[in-house]
Nanobody
Framework: VQLQASGGGLVQAGGSLRLSCAASERIPSTYIMGWFRQAPGKEREFVVGVRWTSGITYYSDSVKDRFAILRDNVKNTMYLQMNSLKPEDTARYYC???????????????????WGQGTLVTVSS
């Protein structure tokens, strides 16, 4: 499966953005889909993941209550709604797929086999 992330941009602190991750084909129910981010000079960081079949989600503490992951099975698209953005949210955001039929959402990027190209989010103070 190919993933295409989009929707990044420049936003002021406190603002909102919605990122999209479009898959090239139907996302199998066994997949776990995730969003990661990577700031300059830092390691890739888990943001949120969702079991596609059940919708069960797992958020990192840094974004909990501010970000929400949304699914559209008809459009084979996943969204990341980001609210109350902070300068420390500035990063390139990547969507990814874990096709291993895992039962739980992994926060380890090495567990994800397919990656989108990333979209840059810049939050100004």
């Amino acid at each position: 499966v190919q993933l295409q992330a989009s929707g990044g941009g420049l936003v002021q602190a406190g603002g909102s953005l919605r990122l999209s991750c479009a898959a090239s084909e139907r996302i199998p129910s066994t997949y776990i889909m995730g969003w990661f981010r990577q700031a300059p000079g830092k390691e890739r960081e888990f943001v949120v993941g969702v079991r596609w079949t059940s919708g069960i989600t797992y958020y990192s503490d840094s974004v909990k209550d501010r970000f929400a992951i949304l699914r559209d099975n008809v459009k084979n698209t996943m969204y990341l709604q980001m609210n109350s953005l902070k300068p420390e949210d500035t990063a390139r955001y990547y969507c990814a797929a874990d096709i291993s039929r895992a039962e739980v959402v992994s926060t380890n990027p090495r567990e994800y086999e397919y990656w989108g190209q990333g979209t840059l989010v810049t939050v100004s103070s």
